[in-house]
Structure formats: structure tokens, C-alpha cells
């Protein structure tokens, strides 16, 4: 199993509610009513919590790498033609033109985290200006 550092908000509150019905403050039926799961998970879960403890209730995939991932190689001749050729050039852009002169097929998404990655492109978000007329209302509900 993969070691993880830190524990999600659920994994949290589990380890909270199950440590209460360890001690005796509350009982398994109404964890499960906190936790929102069945009682039969219940079962499950606190048998896990007493055995293996708190690591027993992260998930066995967390912290593994996909089986749909693309290919190491692809992913490195993807980077490797767009230093050479492609630079400057978009992730949509790059991707279209890597299946076209290259073929070399890589989506965009993955294109667009494999030079994130690479610190090749910097993800630039654009917020809508927001008018003055909203800003002028919103002062005026502050006064009043």
C-alpha cells in the first residue's frame, strides 16, 4: 500500500467517529448514522480501524499511477518535439501538430500537464471585469 501523508476530509471524520467507538462514546449504529453509510460498511470499517489502524482506511489505489496513463516514451518524445519544434506553441496547438507531423498521438489535457510539468507553460486564467455599476451596489449595501 502506498504511504500517504495526509488524510481527505472523509478519511478525517472516519478516524474521528471510529476512535469515539473504540473508546465507548458512541456506539457503531450511530457512527454509521454520522458517517452516512450502511451498517454492514460500519462493520467493515471499524474491523479494519481495529486492526490496521488509521492507514487501514485509505483507499488501497490511492497514491498509485493509472493504468490508462500515457506511455513514458510517448510522453517524452511529445516534450522532446515541442522543444525542438513546437515551442511557443499552445498545448491544443502543439497536440494537433505533433498527430499531424509527427504522429505522435497525445490529448490536449495531457499535452497541457506534461508541459506544466516541464515548466513550458504557465496556466493563465482570465477573469471577467466586472462592471462599475456592480461594484457601486455592493458599496451601498456595506452602508446600508
Not at 480501524?49 to 511529445?78: F, M, Q, V, W
Request: hydrophobic share 40%; net charge positive; charged share 30%.
Amino acid at each position: 500500500m502506498a504511504l500517504r501523508l495526509s488524510y481527505g476530509k472523509k478519511e478525517l471524520l472516519r478516524i474521528k467517529v471510529l476512535e469515539m467507538v473504540k473508546q465507548g462514546i458512541i456506539t457503531l449504529k450511530t457512527a454509521v448514522k454520522m458517517l452516512c453509510i450502511s451498517y454492514r460498511q460500519g462493520i467493515r470499517l471499524y474491523d479494519v480501524y481495529r486492526k490496521e489502524g488509521a492507514s487501514g482506511l485509505i483507499h488501497g489505489n490511492s497514491g498509485k499511477k493509472s493504468n490508462n496513463r500515457t506511455a513514458e516514451p510517448i510522453r517524452a518524445a511529445a516534450l522532446f518535439a515541442y522543444r525542438t519544434k513546437y515551442r511557443g506553441f499552445g498545448p491544443t496547438i502543439a497536440a494537433k501538430k505533433l498527430l499531424e507531423i509527427d504522429k505522435i498521438k497525445i490529448s490536449v489535457s495531457v499535452m497541457r500537464r506534461l508541459l506544466i510539468e516541464a515548466g513550458e507553460w504557465k496556466c493563465v486564467r482570465h477573469r471577467k471585469k466586472s462592471h462599475g455599476l456592480q461594484k457601486e451596489v455592493c458599496s451601498l449595501e456595506k452602508v446600508v
